[in-house]
């Protein structure tokens, strides 16, 4: 029932985009994505409900395909700041969240 | 104000002993989320409670743990006996809008069981 993210890992260069996404095999009703740096707690990004809204955090946005039980997470412009582990995290409807198996990203100068 | 609270931020212990992992969450929020964090199995749930009251604790590996809260900014995981293969970061989170809201995470306890 873990989600699975793609791609494990991505190297971008500072200014570049990245796009992370989240399946699932079971039907969602929401999607969580946070942000770990290495030695950190994770913390939140943001929350996207079926219906398949999209929901934006500066150069940061996301979506979420209800039928296709899959969210993506879309950074344009990539900072230095950037840089740490996402994970989703999906709700099926029992507002437990399982957590994706994390996509470390590095941002190179 | 202060985030989620969380103690001790490090403990080695041996095999066999009594672990307590402390938790202090946001004041206000009504739900509390212990979580469990390896290479191996990435982030999980363990328990949580909603306005003090443990909602789903199935992800509690087994008896060996348990977890409490006596009141709206106290909780406790305990684990006893300790096992080398209970090592790992455990976090504990807070939200306003239980498991369908924003979680705030404390910084974690780093568990060594040798």
């Known amino acids: 029932q873990q989600p699975v993210q793609s791609p494990q890992a991505v190297i971008l260069r500072e200014g570049e985009d990245a796009v992370i996404n989240c399946s699932s095999s079971?039907?969602?009703?929401?999607v969580h994505w946070y942000r770990q740096k290495h030695g950190e707690a994770p913390v939140f990004l943001m929350i996207?409900?079926?219906?398949?809204e999209q929901k934006g955090h500066e150069k940061i946005s996301a979506s979420f395909n209800e039928k296709k039980q899959q969210s993506s997470l879309y950074l344009t412009a990539s900072q230095l700041s950037y840089s740490g582990t996402y994970f989703c995290?999906?709700?099926?409807?029992?507002?437990?969240?399982?957590f994706g198996t994390g996509t470390r990203l590095t941002i190179i100068p | 104000d202060a985030g989620v609270i969380q103690s001790p931020r490090h403990e080695v212990t041996e095999m066999g002993q009594e672990v307590t992992l402390r938790c202090k969450p946001i004041?206000?929020?009504?739900?509390l989320f212990w979580y469990r964090q390896t290479m191996m199995r990435g982030l999980e749930l363990l328990i949580y409670?909603?306005?003090?009251?443990?909602?789903?604790d199935s992800g509690m590996p087994e008896d060996r743990f348990s977890a409490k809260m006596p009141n709206a900014s106290f909780s406790t995981l305990k684990i006893q006996p300790s096992e080398p293969r209970d090592s790992a970061v455990y976090f504990c989170?807070?939200?306003?809008?239980?498991?369908?809201?924003?979680?705030?995470f404390g910084p974690g306890t780093r568990l060594t069981v040798t």
């Open positions: 996207l409900l079926k219906g398949g």
């Open positions: 989170a807070s939200s306003l809008k239980g498991g369908r809201g924003e979680q705030y």
């Open positions: 004041s206000g929020h009504n739900s």
């Open positions: 409670f909603n306005n003090n009251v443990p909602i789903d």
């Open positions: 079971k039907a969602l009703y929401s």
């Open positions: 995290g999906t709700d099926f409807g029992n507002e437990k969240l399982t």
